[in-house]
């Protein structure tokens, strides 16, 4: 089944820009998708389609995607974004459709 | 707005069965498949299976499918998810989530409902 590696984490500075990395083989010809996930609360979606931004997302969060590599940006970072964020991908060669990556944990340092 | 509402908390011991419910509100229930996803604690997210409410087409997970059932009631708009023979392993906050449009990613997610397996 296809594989989505992520980094475990990502420090960034408040006001900073953070970069997530989402790994995967030829991963530009899939969409992928994008979610932040606060501790004891259900995952929400930030990013689908590469880069589109669900309604009440702010801009700060944006996303890129193309050859092995998707990447999920926050600029000017703030302490509300410390969370894990989980890419995903829909994979429809697989009985098991639905990909996650194991996540990368934002610390707002 | 979009509201998916699971049932609390469930004690369980290991070989019994669990089932949870996943009320929706706020958009047309048929018309969106229903989706469980579970968490173990401290690890990512594991999609578990889905279901399309209108059709009741069903699609599990190679790991569970031998031991999990997804139904829907469409005259309470709810889903439920029962998982049977329940392992240690099995604890985990299970929640949710819809459909997207076109289904390739879950817009609206429940708040979750943690199962826990112990002796």
């Known amino acids: 089944s296809y594989v989505l590696t992520q980094p475990p984490s990502v420090s960034v500075a408040p006001g900073q820009t953070a970069r997530i990395t989402c790994g995967g083989n030829?991963?530009?010809?899939?969409?992928v998708h994008w979610y932040q996930q606060k501790p004891g609360q259900a995952p929400v979606l930030v990013v689908y389609h590469d880069s589109d931004r669900p309604s009440g997302i702010p801009d700060r969060f944006s996303g890129s995607n193309s050859g092995n590599t998707a990447t999920l940006t926050i600029s000017r970072v703030e302490a509300g974004d410390e969370a894990d964020y989980f890419c995903q991908v829909w994979d429809n060669s697989s009985d098991h459709p639905y990909v996650f990556g194991a996540g990368t944990q934002v610390t707002v340092l | 707005q979009v509201q998916l509402v699971q049932s609390g908390v469930e004690v369980k011991t290991p070989g019994a069965s669990v089932k949870v419910s996943c009320k929706a509100s706020g958009y047309s229930f048929p018309t969106y498949g229903i989706n469980w996803v579970r968490q173990a604690p401290g690890q990512g997210l594991e999609w578990m299976g889905w279901?399309?409410?209108?059709?009741?087409?069903?699609n599990y997970a190679q790991k569970v499918q031998d031991r999990v059932t997804m139904s829907t009631d469409t005259s309470t708009n709810t889903a439920y998810m029962e998982l049977r023979s329940l392992r240690f392993d099995d604890t985990a906050v299970y929640f949710c989530a819809r459909d997207s449009g076109d289904a390739e990613y879950f817009d609206y997610w429940g708040q979750g409902t943690l199962v826990a397996v112990s002796s």
């Open positions: 030829n991963i530009g010809s899939k969409s």
């Open positions: 279901i399309s409410p209108s059709s009741g087409n069903r």
